[in-house]
């Protein structure tokens, strides 16, 4: 004879908003999703944006884009480019850029806000 399979827990379903209220706790809201204001690129295209035309300035490629994010101006990102190649790579000298866009995604200023070797690792303060 087989032995029974253990019970399975069962899953409660989530309480209406009125018994959630009496005790207590409140129903989780989301946050309404939101919609791109015309004219403005979404976060892949300040990306590239950023980085093709600081490019354009510098004549290197950029290695990556390290952050972004929106402003009431458009848009803020940090920007990675290798200043100076060197053998072996990991001496290679670095520079991050601060890259600032308008709502459009046209480059308005940039400015190099750190220098250091490929191989430097970040230590915590």
Do not use: C, F
């Not at 908003?17 to 403005?40: F, L, Q, Y």
Request: proline content about 12%.
């Amino acid at each position: 004879m087989a032995a029974e399979e253990p019970a399975r827990p069962r899953r409660s379903r989530p309480r209406p908003p009125e018994e959630a209220e009496d005790a207590g706790a409140t129903a989780p809201r989301r946050a309404p999703a939101k919609r791109p204001r015309p004219g403005v690129p979404d976060a892949a295209a300040a990306m590239r944006s950023a980085a093709g035309q600081l490019a354009q300035l510098l004549g290197r490629v950029p290695d990556s884009v390290t952050s972004l994010k929106p402003t009431q101006d458009g848009w803020e990102a940090q920007v990675e480019v290798v200043e100076l190649e060197r053998i072996p790579d990991t001496t290679s000298v670095m520079a991050s850029y601060k890259v600032a866009l308008d709502p459009d995604g046209a480059l308005v200023s940039y400015e190099r806000t750190r220098r250091y070797s490929r191989g430097m690792i970040d230590r915590p303060a």
